[in-house]
Structure formats: C-alpha cells, structure tokens
C-alpha cells in the first residue's frame, strides 16, 4: 500500500484566496482525520470522519474551514478565505477500527 | 524578535547510550497510546503502541512503558543511533476516537 497520499506538498498562496487540500486514506481504512501543524500549538486535531461522516469538527478554528469526504477513498479540507495565519503543516491520517494510524506526509501552506 | 513557540523538551545523548523519553497523558479515560518518531519535513511516523490492559511492550530497540495510576507514559531506545536523532510524541485516543498529541520531545544524537 502506498500509504496515506496528500497533495500538494506545498501551497504558496495569497491571503484572501481559496485552498484546497487532498487527501487518499488507506484503502480500507474507515477513520480519517485532518491536523494541523504548528511551532505555537503543536499537533491539534481539526476534524475526523468515520466511515465518510463527520463524527467531531470541534476543531476546526473557523467558518472559513470546511472539510468533506465525498467516498471512502478522497478527502478535502478547504480554506476560504485563507489567512496568514492559516499558514502551517496540515497533515491527514487514517486508521482502522481506531488502530493503526497512519499520517501522510503533509501539505506545508504559506498564506502571504 | 525573539521566536514564540512550543518550547519543546531536549533529550541528548551519546551514540550507543540508552534514552527514556516521558510523557504525561491527561485523559484517563484513555485506552490506546502511541509513540511517534517525526524528522524534519515529515509526517509523524509510527515507533510502537500499546492497551491499556498492558504496562510494557517491546519491539526492536524500543520499548513503551505505561502507568495507569500516574498517567505516564515512557519510550526507552536501546543502543541509540544518530538517525534516531528526531521529535517524538506520544498520543492517546479513547474507544477509537481521534488521537491527542502531546507537544513532543527533541531527541538529538551526538556520535
């Protein structure tokens, strides 16, 4: 399995413009879940879906985030619209059953 | 400026040396721990887990530590090797819920 795949790896934006990032779980693994990266906060959590529904979004910061899992096999989470202070590593998981999470590599954002 | 950030705990230690690397855990409703190991530009990457319904388990060159009563986990690296030289965090989770990261340990490796 090649493992938990997102993209872009990078995304150099300006502030006020719409990002999307994407994210293909392990096949077969039915938890997904979306963090966000940063010296100030650490590894926090935004959101996770089980089985294509979203089970806790408490995390998300604000309005402008949104996150879907269409199919078991795509996620996104869009930014709209995008601050500096959006800028930061966000990184997606998956696991099964709640066991064996595994994270990609993660999407760096720069908001300028 | 000075720069505002997560002042993360540093662990140094001689090529070869053994490291024990802490963790305190806060939800005690927890039942699955895993330690992470993440390098630079990468995503953490998974080092070993553990139940609840355990208080040690090994795997190569590493193993986790759990103490229910005090909420504390610890990672012990046998033999360590500069490209141990990392961050690691350790993560909880409640019935298969999402993970809570603790803000992570430096490790650096001097051989």
């Known amino acids: 399995d090649a493992g938990v795949i997102q993209s872009p790896r990078h995304e150099v934006t300006e502030m006020g413009q719409e990002v999307t990032l994407r994210c293909k779980p392990i096949s077969g693994h039915d938890y997904l879940f979306w963090y966000r990266q940063t010296m100030m906060r650490g590894l926090e959590l935004l959101i996770y879906?089980?089985?294509?529904?979203?089970?806790?979004d408490s995390g998300m910061p604000e309005d402008r985030f949104s996150a879907k899992m269409p199919n078991a096999s795509f996620s996104t989470l869009k930014i709209q619209p995008s601050e500096p202070r959006d800028s930061a590593v966000y990184f997606c998981?998956?696991?099964?059953?709640?066991?064996?999470?595994?994270f990609g590599s993660g999407t760096r954002l720069t908001v300028v | 400026g000075e720069s505002v950030g997560l002042h993360l705990p540093t662990l140094s230690v001689q090529e070869g040396d053994n490291s024990i690397i802490n963790c305190a855990y806060s939800n005690s409703a927890s039942d699955y721990f895993i330690w992470y190991k993440q390098e630079s530009g990468k995503g953490p990457q998974f080092i070993i887990d553990?139940?609840?319904?355990?208080d040690k388990r090994q795997g190569q060159r590493v193993t986790v530590l759990l103490n229910k009563t005090v909420k504390h986990l610890s990672l012990q690296i046998a033999a360590t090797q500069p490209g141990d030289s990392a961050v690691y965090f350790c993560?909880?989770?409640?019935?298969?819920?999402?993970?809570?990261f603790g803000k992570g340990t430096t490790l650096s490796v001097s051989s």
């Open positions: 879906f089980n089985n294509n529904v979203p089970i806790d």
């Open positions: 998981a998956s696991s099964s059953l709640g066991d064996g999470y595994t």
């Open positions: 993560a909880e989770t409640e019935a298969g819920t999402a993970l809570i």
């Open positions: 553990i139940r609840s319904n355990m």
